[in-house]
């Protein structure tokens, strides 16, 4: 924990937590991080959104900042856009770090251990669900599971209008269309299940 001036309570830290992640799929090179801030540099969400700072998350992570991690949002904002990766100078795979990160949080917050707050998460798996269902997303389905799950009845039809819109000029169907490979589908989550 920090208290208002940015000092770490150092009683409050979990020296185990930077192996676990390193143990997560995508999270083993995170104790190769020296701190350089190429991460920084190079990301597009921190020029719009400093909460989201790579090194300052894995700076926490090794310290042992469990708690603050897994419960803050800035670990959800992660574009995926990669520009971190590829300039990395110790190949700690940011990208899948973040996601290995997510996916403790995912866990934790299952089990009751941590509260997720971001809203993220809620659509990933409307998304995920999708996908696993028709072998690609269905976006009416999916904004329409994500928005109840996160705002409710009342806030779905706060976007009536906006969804006859968006139908009208053809950007959503109506209808889902199935992929023909459905077996790859399953098989590809079947495998990422046995992992």
């Given at each position: 924990?920090?208290?208002k001036?940015g000092?770490?309570?150092?009683?409050?830290?979990d020296p185990n937590?930077?192996y676990?992640?390193?143990?997560q799929?995508?999270?083993?090179?995170i104790?190769?991080?020296?701190?350089?801030?190429?991460c920084?540099a190079?990301?597009p969400?921190?020029?719009i959104d400093e909460?989201?700072n790579?090194?300052?998350?894995?700076?926490?992570?090794?310290l042992?900042?469990?708690e603050?991690?897994?419960?803050?949002?800035?670990?959800?904002?992660?574009?995926?856009?990669?520009?971190?990766y590829e300039?990395?100078?110790?190949d700690?795979?940011?990208?899948?770090?973040?996601?290995?990160i997510a996916?403790i949080?995912?866990r934790?917050?299952?089990?009751?251990n941590?509260?997720?707050?971001s809203?993220?998460?809620?659509?990933?798996?409307?998304?995920?669900?999708?996908i696993r269902?028709?072998g690609?997303n269905?976006?009416?389905?999916?904004i329409i599971n994500?928005?109840?799950?996160?705002?409710?009845?009342k806030g779905?039809?706060?976007y009536?209008?906006?969804?006859?819109?968006?139908l009208k000029?053809?950007?959503l169907g109506?209808?889902?269309e199935?992929?023909?490979?459905m077996?790859?589908?399953?098989?590809?989550?079947?495998?990422?299940e046995?992992k």
């Amino acid at each position: 924990m920090m208290d208002k001036f940015g000092i770490v309570d150092a009683s409050n830290l979990d020296p185990n937590f930077k192996y676990a992640i390193s143990n997560q799929l995508g999270g083993e090179n995170i104790k190769r991080c020296f701190q350089c801030g190429t991460c920084v540099a190079s990301c597009p969400i921190w020029e719009i959104d400093e909460r989201f700072n790579p090194r300052k998350i894995i700076r926490m992570a090794l310290l042992g900042m469990r708690e603050e991690v897994l419960s803050s949002d800035f670990i959800w904002l992660c574009s995926k856009c990669y520009a971190c990766y590829e300039r990395c100078p110790q190949d700690v795979k940011i990208t899948e770090l973040m996601g290995a990160i997510a996916s403790i949080a995912e866990r934790e917050g299952k089990e009751g251990n941590v509260v997720i707050k971001s809203k993220k998460p809620i659509f990933d798996k409307a998304f995920t669900n999708s996908i696993r269902k028709y072998g690609r997303n269905f976006e009416m389905k999916t904004i329409i599971n994500g928005v109840l799950a996160t705002k409710g009845i009342k806030g779905l039809l706060s976007y009536t209008s906006d969804g006859f819109t968006i139908l009208k000029k053809g950007k959503l169907g109506l209808r889902p269309e199935k992929v023909k490979e459905m077996s790859q589908i399953e098989g590809i989550f079947k495998a990422l299940e046995e992992k």
